[in-house]
């Protein structure tokens, strides 16, 4: 059972360009948290979601970031127009229906804008 | 709003030897989680210990217990017979429950845990 893949493991960007971040959660997990973390600084969380809903967005920046979690497919975090401030980690984690179990965490994407 | 403090940036410890990482919170629920997770070079978020705030039993796993202190809000995670493979970022988490609504994750500014040989 694979664990939670995250790509690309590194990404550049220029400012004013789009990131897209993607994240397979763990077969069989269908909730889904996006984190960012700066350097030196503890995970903060962004958004939460489940197959096809927004479940918890109170820690996504209200313009530029949006996430997706389709039927089908992987999970999507997006920037636009990507300023030196989004240069950080960021995680993915996935859970199981299951109000008890904790969430695995992916090896993160390091997003940098230059 | 739930809050997670970890109020030592650095520690050392001797290979061989005990160390105590601190973690303290502050919350209005009274049924949540608690979590340490370890973080080495890779980035990889490693979970270490967990424990439910409804159990009085402190956790186990190994040489990693916890001394958990629900009227003083507090959970610190011993590291027994320290290894060199221990030295990372240790970072202390907190999970509301389900019927928050949600099941994000506070996390701490994060411990560095260096193992001298």
């Known amino acids: 059972n694979a664990g939670v893949m995250q790509n690309p493991r590194h990404l550049v960007r220029r400012r004013g360009q789009e990131a897209r971040l993607r994240c397979s959660p763990m077969k069989g997990h269908s909730h889904v948290y996006w984190y960012r973390q700066l350097p030196e600084e503890g995970l903060k969380f962004m958004v939460y979601?489940?197959?096809?809903?927004?479940?918890?967005e109170s820690g996504m920046p209200k313009e530029r970031f949006s996430a997706e979690f389709p039927k089908e497919g992987p999970s999507i975090l997006r920037i636009q127009q990507v300023v030196r401030g989004d240069s950080a980690a960021y995680f993915c984690a996935s859970s199981a229906d299951s109000r008890n179990t904790e969430a695995f965490f992916g090896q993160g994407t390091r997003l940098t804008v230059v | 709003a739930q809050t997670v403090t970890q109020s030592q940036p650095e520690m050392s410890v001797q290979e061989a030897e005990t160390v105590t990482l601190s973690c303290t919170y502050d919350t209005s629920e009274s049924d949540y989680y608690l979590f340490w997770y370890k973080q080495p070079p890779s980035r990889q978020m490693i979970l270490v210990i967990r424990q439910e705030a409804y159990k009085q039993q402190n956790a186990t796993e190994n040489r990693f217990s916890v001394n958990f202190q629900k009227a003083a809000k507090s959970f610190s995670l011993k590291i027994s017979d320290s290894q060199l493979g221990d030295a990372a970022m240790y970072f202390c988490a907190y999970r509301s429950p389900y019927t928050s609504g949600t099941y994000k994750y506070i996390f701490g500014t994060g411990t560095r845990l260096k193992v001298l040989a």
């Open positions: 979601l489940q197959k096809e809903n927004i479940i918890d």
